[in-house]
């Protein structure tokens, strides 16, 4: 066989969908299909609050399936919150699970049913250089999950995310095998999403678009044998042309949905984007702007967004991502030029050219940004040029995103983008 020092193959997977309005009521004969009897609902107190978790319980039910509903996710999951999931799931024995709210229900309910299935320590499962990155001993239960926000795109990735409180830093675990067994994408239940989190969930479509998008080509990266194959293999044909289709719907519904949140065609639109975009950053992977995330969620100090949960600061997934998001493209955009301005074009065709194409994509984003009300930089959310030193400290710790960035990513660009970050505009 010939040897290539350079990859060859990418993989591609994602999880099988049911869409469309309506389309929760049919989850316990789907379930059924799957051998379930006994499932646990995975949610948070806010969705539980607004029944939709009672109203999945109860079409299971009908179909004859026992279930109990967990309502104690912590909204952006933390290392404790995990823990409390899942010694709650574990004292009962489960053969499915459902996950109804955004993707920190859905998260949680990834590491319930892997720690359920196969008991180990947290750190055993959580990436390096965090934790010691193992992977599952063999398949994980049936898990459906049912998305409220049009955000994560959780419901067809292979990861899930959580705060680690000790170490003030975002991490998470990876594998092909947390993948749900199948995701019930029903838009009807996102029209009572509020302004703020629909443009929060909005940008973390938007974000994992344009970095898987833009990510480290699959076939620069070195070849692997088949046992050390990643989630994340980089931008690769079929990843790209999921999020040009994302990009397409969130150009011409991402304003309509934050304006006008009854706006079924364009609840729908974000919907298919999220869902979209969780098929192309799930396979290629996401870069920078998230990897700077995590320690502006994880350090966060006073901040308290509108419409979440006020009883702790907090920043919201989608808001800490977008934040750096127009510097960090800046830098990439001498990698692959052309890609950064085709993003450009699709997500508003009619933004005025601007002197340097480097500063294009920015100015959408910005642009656009500026329009949902979304945080002036991580100056609105609370950090100064002071804070910088220790947001580079966590973003480093990002390895296996930070792997998928296409250029070489050193503490002092991390540093440039977050002082770039202070105010985008």
């Known amino acids: 066989m010939t040897e290539y020092l350079n990859e060859t193959v990418f993989t591609w997977g994602a999880t099988p969908l049911k869409f469309g309005a309506g389309a929760v009521d049919e989850i316990g004969w789907d379930l059924a299909q799957m051998g379930a009897e006994r499932v646990l609902i995975v ?8 029944g939709v978790p009672q109203r999945v319980a ?24 995990i823990r409390a999931a899942v010694e709650f799931a574990s004292e009962s024995t489960w053969d499915g699970f459902i996950a109804v709210g955004g993707g920190s229900s859905i998260d949680t309910a990834k590491a319930v049913n892997l720690m359920t299935t196969y008991p180990a320590d947290l750190y055993d499962y959580v990436n390096k250089p965090i934790g010691a990155g193992r992977a599952p001993a063999g398949p994980l239960k049936p898990l459906v999950a049912v998305p409220t926000t049009a955000g994560t795109g959780s419901e067809t990735t292979p990861v899930c995310i959580m705060d680690f409180l000790e170490l003030k830093v975002k991490s998470g675990i990876s594998h092909p095998r947390l993948r749900p067994t199948m995701a019930v994408v029903d838009p009807l239940l996102t029209l009572s999403m509020p302004p703020e989190v629909t443009a929060a969930s909005g940008m973390d479509v938007l974000c994992h678009a344009l970095e898987s998008y833009t990510a480290r080509p699959y076939d620069s ?43 079924l065609t364009a609840r729908t639109d974000m919907m298919l984007a999220a869902t979209f975009a969780g098929m192309g950053f799930g396979n290629a992977g996401v870069h920078i702007p998230h990897a700077c995330a995590y320690p502006i969620a994880g350090r966060v100090k006073e901040y308290r967004p509108k419409n979440y949960p006020q009883h702790e600061a907090m920043v919201p997934h989608g808001e800490s991502v ?28 009619r933004a005025a050219a601007q002197a340097d194409p480097v500063d294009q994509l920015p100015f959408v984003l910005s642009s656009l940004m500026r329009d949902i009300g979304i945080p002036n930089g991580i100056d609105g959310v ?44």
């Open 221 to 263: 990266f070195p070849r692997h044998r088949p046992e050390t194959r990643v989630a994340y293999c980089g931008a690769n044909p079929i990843s790209d042309a999921w999020t040009e289709q994302a990009l397409t719907l969130l150009a011409r519904s991402f304003r309509k949905a934050v304006l006008n949140g009854g706006d």
């Open 58 to 81: 109860d079409a299971a039910k009908a179909d004859g399936l026992t279930v109990e509903i967990y309502d104690q996710v912590h909204v952006e999951p933390t290392d404790a919150s």
């Open 382 to 425: 609370g950090y100064s040029e002071s804070d910088i030193p220790d947001l580079v400290e966590g973003a480093l710790k990002q390895e296996r995103l930070l792997t998928i960035a296409p250029r070489p990513v050193r503490g002092e660009d991390l540093a440039a983008i977050f002082a770039e970050s202070i105010e985008n505009w």
């Open 43 to 50: 949610t948070d107190p806010g969705v539980a609050a607004s």
């Open 322 to 349: 977008s934040l750096t998001a127009p510097a960090a493209f800046r830098f990439t955009f001498p990698t692959n030029p052309d890609k950064h301005l085709r993003a450009a074009a699709i997500l508003d065709p």
